[in-house]
């Protein structure tokens, strides 16, 4: 499975701030470098935040062959546009970067995220009230985590493709090429979707690189002057508005007959206690779920160049329109029925694997576990290299790791150790003399 | 034949914030145990809304999960109330959650019926002023 974080093993100090972080508990301390277990890790980049040395870092595509290709084209996350204070308008941006001979897909990122409003809205209409709420996709951590922590929940998940991929394929439709196309993603999230696909075929998106990588290699431009005149076509925006919380769901809601009921959250632990409380069928009566790992939205994305408080307020300040005139509505009726949007397999789960296949012999390893964790120190220090007491007891019966990993338990074994070398040098061979003793 | 697997948790009566903790772990240590995915989700079900009971009815009890090979038990046991009619507990809409349990979301008048639902043999036992024990069994191959 690819992903998108890289480890630098000469920066990593094999202190234990990641492996805490990580909600998925993916991270290990092997021989003081991280390990980062694959089939676990779902892109989040909170590990990434926790890193005070730098030690790990987003893996994405060369932005340099990209750039100096002529005529490259660029799929722009909604997250760019929040990344300049001088660049106010998309359009100026737009127009900064075709100076740079980039041509940017604007038109079809517009159409694609009406669709995928228009489906999402059309899901919910069409979904009995036992299937609500339906959960978006948009967050490609959000559907990783799901699949790895709640895989009951995946049958919630609306099997749309996110807006940024269909915008690509309705490029190649229209234009039948085959040209490379770029994806300027926020996260690492968004780079491993172009990567390793949901829907298992390839992303009609060739390559991807950092928000960050792009808007600094803009500023190193200095400024480029953009004609301040009205803008050359009006836009709507309203995709722009992805990049934070709640934009996919005002867009939803702009797309559908009735008042939803909708819940929007972002960062990680709003998101976990999200997925639990549906899990446990406690948000009854809500329609739609919007989750973002990332705090306020995608601007709060580890691959950003700016503060995502500042994006944040940048947002809301583009001007956007909400309503939908007929010719949009009826344009996405249209693409709606050119079956560009489904996701064509069903969602996996992800799941641990069990302690083992026979459930006799898991129910003994799982008793040994118990046993095991009772014995440690339950402050899940880190120490050992594992997020947790737990997750250690769990190694141990699986073969991987010794009780002794546990410094508290080393620590005890080397006390007992010591007292037996102080008992056995008190007894003595016949051969001599007893200390004080009479001959 | 191995030891079955006791799980045991004092809940505690009207905390809402700490309830479905201990369902969640029985889940968890279903999927450790390499349980298929549909029968845990229907013992999620049951260990959480008989969870939920013992907070919002009962005063607090114990729930308790015995995992065998073949199948899996799941008792509560209180001191509470105790129901003084049964079949009207086991009616779908039927509540008597306070209005506070209420405005958290829950007492829908679901949880019962949601459990027996989900169970494969249900029994309750219930006497006004000692308390109720319910028992829920799930088999792992039908």
């Known amino acids: 499975m690819e992903h998108s974080i890289k480890v630098s093993k000469d920066a990593c100090q094999g202190c234990v701030n990641c492996i805490r972080v990580c909600p998925t508990e993916a991270i290990r301390v092997v021989d003081g470098e991280i390990d980062i277990i694959e089939e676990l890790c779902i892109d989040c980049g909170e590990c990434l935040r926790s890193c005070c040395r730098s030690a790990l870092g987003i893996y994405e ?20 546009f929040s990344q300049f204070s001088h660049y106010g308008r998309p359009d100026d941006l737009e127009e900064v970067l075709s100076s740079l001979d980039l041509k940017t897909l604007i038109d079809e990122a517009e159409d694609a995220f009406d669709l995928s409003a228009y489906a999402v809205a059309q899901l919910i209409n069409r979904s009995s009230k036992t299937a609500l709420p339906v959960i978006s996709v948009y967050c490609p951590s959000v559907l990783r985590l799901i699949q790895t922590k709640f895989p009951e929940l995946l049958s919630r998940v609306v099997p749309v493709l996110s807006p940024l991929e269909i915008a690509a ?16 993603a926020p ?17 009609p998106l060739t390559s991807a690189v950092t928000v960050r990588k792009v808007a600094r290699s803009i500023m190193a431009e200095g400024d480029i002057n953009v004609e301040k005149g009205p803008a050359p076509k009006k836009r709507n925006n309203r995709w722009i508005q992805w990049a934070r919380r709640g934009g996919e769901s005002r867009h939803v809601q ?24 549906l899990e446990l069928g406690r948000l009854r009566g809500v329609d739609f779920i919007e989750c973002r790992v990332c705090d306020t939205g995608c601007v709060g994305g580890v691959g950003t160049a700016d503060s995502r408080f500042l994006a944040n307020l940048r947002m809301g300040s583009i001007e956007t329109d909400w309503n939908i005139s007929p010719k949009e509505l009826s344009r996405a009726e249209e693409l709606f029925t050119m079956g560009i949007w489904p996701v064509k397999n069903e969602y996996q789960p992800r799941p641990r694997l069990p302690l083992s296949d026979n459930l006799a012999d898991a129910m003994v390893k799982l008793q040994q576990m118990k046993e095991i964790y009772n014995g440690l120190p339950h402050i899940d220090c880190g120490s050992c290299g594992r997020p947790s007491c737990q997750a250690m007891a769990e190694e141990i019966v699986r073969g991987h790791g010794s009780v002794t990993d546990c410094i508290f338990k ?10 037996q070398i102080v008992k056995l040098s008190e007894s003595q061979p016949h051969t001599l003399k007893r200390k004080g003793g009479k001959c | ?46 260990a959480y809304e008989a969870e939920i009971n013992l907070v919002i009815h009962a005063n607090g009890g114990i729930l308790k999960a015995v995992i065998s090979e073949d199948r899996l038990e799941i008792t509560a046991k209180d001191e509470g109330p105790g129901i003084p009619d049964i079949e009207q507990a086991m009616t779908e809409g039927y509540t008597t959650a306070s209005n ?12 019962l ?17 000692e308390g109720t024990m319910l028992k829920s069994t799930v088999f792992f191959n039908k």
């Open chain 1, 61 to 80: 595509d060369d932005w340099n062959r990209t750039k100096e290709s002529s005529r490259a084209m660029i799929v722009p996350d909604p997250v760019f």
């Open chain 1, 169 to 184: 394929t309705l490029w190649r439709m229209r234009t039948n090429s085959d040209a490379p196309l770029t994806l300027l």
């Open chain 1, 187 to 203: 996260c690492p999230a968004k780079i491993t979707m172009v990567r390793e696909p949901f829907d298992k075929t390839a992303s």
């Open chain 1, 254 to 277: 702009a797309f559908s007959d009735r008042k939803l009921t909708i819940l929007a959250v972002s960062g990680m632990r709003n998101t976990l206690d999200t997925l639990q409380e």
């Open chain 1, 410 to 419: 080393l620590r005890e074994g080397i006390s007992a150790l010591a007292n």
């Open chain 2, 1 to 46: 034949m191995a030891a079955p697997v006791c799980l045991e948790y004092r809940i505690e009566g009207n905390n809402f914030m700490t309830a479905g903790t201990a369902s969640n772990n029985i889940k968890n240590t279903l999927k450790m145990l390499g349980i298929q995915s549909e029968v845990c989700r229907r013992a999620a079900v049951i």
């Open chain 2, 100 to 111: 506070q349990a209420r405005e958290m979301g829950f007492g829908a008048g679901m949880g």
């Open chain 2, 113 to 129: 019926p949601n459990i027996k639902r989900n169970s494969d043999l249900f029994e309750i036992e219930s006497t006004p002023g």
